[in-house]
């Protein structure tokens, strides 16, 4: 087990077989030095494919790929849940969320993303990968490359993980769930 599985069975809590309760340390209540290790752990995993922007959606997703950001020594671009006012030439998609069931707009300003820039998506959570999908849609209207993904904690037994493999993605989770039985959490490499 990895320093998050770790954190993960210490204080994280399995509250159905499809949900796992985090916000004390991971995406409400932030631990600092928890991020600072996932970001060492990304950029030490990802750093060979040379990205030159991290990426990710507001707000759960911001922590960890603050801290993959400061470690590749390249910009922080978050896609915005709401279209700012300020925002000159925006770029959008939309995303379904199966948890809310509901469609939202994800959108940035076109330049966060130059053509040819290597994308590396950082997450809190894979799911069903529908965020992901918006992600991958905004990368391409921008004209440029997804060169990884990341995520702190994956659903294994959701739609996501097949999606990332069958589109041969470079993609590194720290903490997959195969499974959440009676409370616990069996991981997928055991
Ligand atoms: P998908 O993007 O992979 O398809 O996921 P889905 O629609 O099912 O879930 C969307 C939201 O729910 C995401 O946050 C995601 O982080 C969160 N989520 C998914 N599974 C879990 C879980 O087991 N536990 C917790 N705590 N969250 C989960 P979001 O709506 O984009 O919100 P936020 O990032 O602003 O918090």
Redesign the pocket.
């Known amino acids: 087990m990895n320093f998050l599985q770790e954190r993960i069975e210490k204080d994280g809590r399995v509250l159905s077989e ?6 004390h340390f991971l ?1 409400h209540i932030v631990d600092p030095a928890l991020m600072d290790q996932i970001g060492k752990a990304f950029s030490n995993y990802f750093k060979d494919e040379k990205p030159t922007k991290v990426l990710t ?5 911001i922590a960890p790929a603050f801290m993959t950001a400061l470690y590749l020594n390249v910009p922080l671009v978050y896609a915005k849940k709401a279209l700012p006012s300020t925002m000159d030439h925006p770029i959008s998609t939309e995303v379904y ?4 069931q509901k469609t939202y707009t994800i959108c940035m300003e076109q330049e966060a993303i130059a053509p040819g820039d290597r994308v590396l998506f950082i997450d ?9 999908k918006g992600v991958e849609d905004l990368i391409t209207q921008s004209n440029a490359i997804l060169c990884g993904c990341g995520f702190c904690i994956e ?1 294994s037994f959701q739609k ?1 993980r097949s999606y990332l493999l069958e589109k041969g993605y470079p993609f590194y989770s720290l903490a997959p769930i195969q499974k959440m039985v009676d409370g616990k959490i069996y991981w997928l490499e055991d």
Do not use: H, P
């Open positions: 499809r949900v796992l309760k985090v916000d995406n959606i507001e707000s759960g997703g969320s199966f948890t809310k809190d959570f894979l799911a069903d990968g529908q965020a992901f659903k996501g």
